[in-house]
């Protein structure tokens, strides 16, 4: 290969690198053989992505799943949580990090929940239900991570919302954006969710806003996130 020739790959590496966190050889190979995947409802569309992709994206990875693992856990122990109930717990990745005693990983996608199932077989303190076989169950914490600006239809976001703080006993930990934005894509539409919560929530109050150690950056896509921490706790 000429000098040319390297000079001209390494510095397209270098932009593929700068903008989307991935070297050029990966990236293509990524656009290229990316699936298109038709967009129905959001249940539709993760159960999809799963089957086609396989993951649950940048944010389970890497160091922001770092990120909210060490903040998670921490709370956990320091607020002595014997149970968690997670609704949009994805492929798992996330889980792999943490510190907890008792868990149940809720999910719209049978095919996630049937890979979670594989994965943490044997383990006996995790326990993974499918949407439609969630029955009511409490846990100490109730928790959603990456999930609420991905819920793009309003009948399914006041759901979960109703549903996330009825599960809880005593706190709701929620890692999302919290702004009005026009809808980005399909997927993606950013709520100001937490009027919602003033508005329709009257039991549970508002702790503490924890920023992301890692703000959303156009340059590190892959690596930086436009959510935050939020934590409620149910009134005495």
Known sequence: MG????YLIDGFNMLARLIFNTPLEGFLRKVLNKPKIEFTNSSEYWDLRYQKEGDSGAGSYGRLAEFKAEIIN????????????????????????????????VDVSKTIIATCKEKFAGDETKRFVHTDEY?????????????????VEDPIFEGY????????????????????????????????????????????????????????????????????FYIYKRRA
């Not at 006993?169 to 929620?174: C, D, F, L, T």
């Not at 894509?185 to 806003?209: A, G, S, Y």
């Open 135 to 151: 029955n009511h169950e409490q846990a100490d914490l109730s928790m959603s991570l990456d999930v609420i600006y991905h819920l």
């Open 74 to 105: 921490q709370f956990v122990k320091e607020h002595q949580i014997d149970s968690l109930i997670e609704f949009g717990c994805g492929d798992g990745a996330q889980l792999e990090l943490a510190e907890y005693t008792n868990y149940i990983g």
């Open 161 to 228: 919302m109703r549903n996330l703080f009825a599960a809880a006993k005593h706190y709701v930990i929620i890692y999302s954006s919290d702004k009005e934005e026009t809808q980005i894509n399909e997927h993606v539409r950013h709520r100001k969710f937490t009027q919602w919560l003033e508005r329709n929530i009257k039991d549970f109050e508002f702790v503490e806003k924890i920023p992301n150690k890692y703000p959303y950056s156009e340059l590190n896509r892959n690596q930086t996130s436009f959510a935050d």
């Open 3 to 6: 000098f040319a020739n390297r």
